[in-house]
């Protein structure tokens, strides 16, 4: 695809600040698309892949949504939290819940995992977590990569949702077994190869920024037992990964000897993945005052590229797509002019549109977080 075709002009987008009323008439237009599908019970378009597509991911949109807005919030007569319970329920009869686990599904789109941590986040029991933490043992020994989107970083997410959970039950053995097993997640992602299908990548789905994020915010959030002994090691390699000399020119590559050069921004594998792991990460490294500095200066450097070629002409998502990149944004006129192209491009067709990082839900969160003004978080990602 050549690099005009790849993102939208933006000159073709009005600047001005879009009002609350239409932000909310959006938001309300999206995630009446979104449930249209699911009102005759049909079933997902293609397999649930844990948050990243499918059903459970929509579930947690919803009840993501749900805890932001509240029991008042309608969607075709039906409340958030209602949404989500039958989203869940539509995940459960396709069974993918119960299936066997695969040494290259570990990490955020493994379905069985997803829906136990949905499901417990939705109605409490314990069962479901109990069945997280043996998926846990599986994963600590059998999983053949450490990213997020198939291997052990992503297994963390799990981990962390559980934990906010049970901490507000007051489940201090529940607690416990939840730390227990993310020390020896973590100890088997640092022990061995950062690489995804034999491949070194950089970037936040399969990359090392994805797992320094997932692994620096599990050890803040559990027990932080190993964070001593693991934080020089973590710090050597986000300085290793911050001195890619690319960095200087604003833009962040894919993998190791990758080809694409300067071509894709987007979270996955470019510089938006990148500044919004960075923003959540550099408050446990603030002791190291050369590494904030040079973060810190790649957040501004990026900025202006991530702005000027983000508005992307594939489907709108946040994996690959502009409701993604306008979370990186830091100036808040950019992000009011991202926001009209999102609401300006609402009716675009999509291929997964049951989906929170390829499809409409993901779309849905980002417009409800800039309608509240609220933190700017990666959903499955970086919001725990």
Known sequence: MGEAKRYRSLGNVEKSPLSEEVVKACLKKVLKTLVSGQLEEKGPSSRNSGLYSGTTSVAYMFYSIYNLLGDEYEVEGLSLMDWSRKYLSLSEKHGENTSSLKESDCGIGNERMAYNAVAYCLYGDVKYVQDLLECGRYVVKHSKSNEWLYGRAGYLYFLRLCKNISESQDSDDLSYEIDKIAGKVIQAIMETPWEWRGKHYYGAVHGDIGIITQVTLTCALLDRTHWGSLQPK???????????????????????????????????????????????????????????????????????????????????????????????????????????????????????????????????????????????????????
């Open 234 to 384: 973590i710090i050597s390699k986000l300085k290793t990964l911050l001195e890619l000399s690319s960095l200087q020119e604003g833009w962040f590559p894919s993998s190791e000897d990758s080809s694409s050069g300067d071509k894709l921004v987007q979270f996955c594998h470019g510089a938006p993945g990148l500044v919004i792991s960075l923003r959540s990460i550099l408050p446990y490294f603030v002791q190291d005052k050369d590494l904030t500095a040079k973060a810190e200066s790649i957040i501004v450097t990026t900025q202006d590229d991530i702005y000027r070629r983000g508005l992307l002409t594939k489907a709108d998502c946040l994996c690959h797509g502009m409701s993604g990149n306008l979370l990186a944004l830091e100036d808040p006129h950019q992000r009011q002019h991202y926001m009209q192209a999102i609401c300006q491009y609402v009716d675009e067709q999509y291929e997964e549109p049951q989906s929170l990082y390829c499809g409409l839900a993901g779309k849905a969160l980002v417009i409800c977080t800039e309608l509240l003004h609220m933190e700017r978080l990666m959903p499955g990602y970086n919001d725990i």
